[in-house]
Nanobody, 119 residues
Framework: QVQLVESGGGLVQAGGSLRLSCAAS????????MGWYRQAPGKQRELVAA???????NYSDSVKGRFTISRDNAKNTLYLQMNSLKPEDTAVYYC?????????????WGQGTQVTVSS
């Protein structure tokens, strides 16, 4: 089935930037919502940002003004530009793709990529 592979994580200093990418296999994903979630040690996984196929976006209040989510539908790729990073952004970031299609519906997750922001 569909595979989601994240990349771009790493170690950065506070105030720095990272750009995460999520490549989805195949070209038959149809209409869906893609998003970035993150999970810090000892905390629940939380939604960071989401984007529809048509480009509508939603952001967590904690990242508004700092992060930008985008997608390239032709390449089946999701991006997260993270600027002005803070230590509290440290987490494993997961890519998600969800569709409610009654026949082709799915809920896929990537393996995660570590983002560490030092003080």
């Amino acid at each position: 089935q569909v595979q989601l592979v994240e990349s771009g994580g790493g170690l950065v200093q506070a105030g720095g930037s990272l750009r995460l990418s999520c490549a989805a296999s195949g070209s038959n994903l149809g209409n869906n919502v893609m998003g970035w979630y993150r999970q810090a040690p000892g905390k629940q996984r939380e939604l960071v940002a989401a984007i529809t196929k048509g480009g509508n976006t939603n952001y967590s209040d904690s990242v508004k003004g700092r992060f930008t989510i985008s997608r390239d539908n032709a390449k089946n790729t999701l991006y997260l530009q993270m600027n002005s990073l803070k230590p509290e952004d440290t987490a494993v970031y997961y890519c998600n793709a969800w569709s409610s299609d009654p026949i082709r519906g799915y809920d896929y997750w990537g393996q995660g990529t570590q983002v560490t922001v030092s003080s």
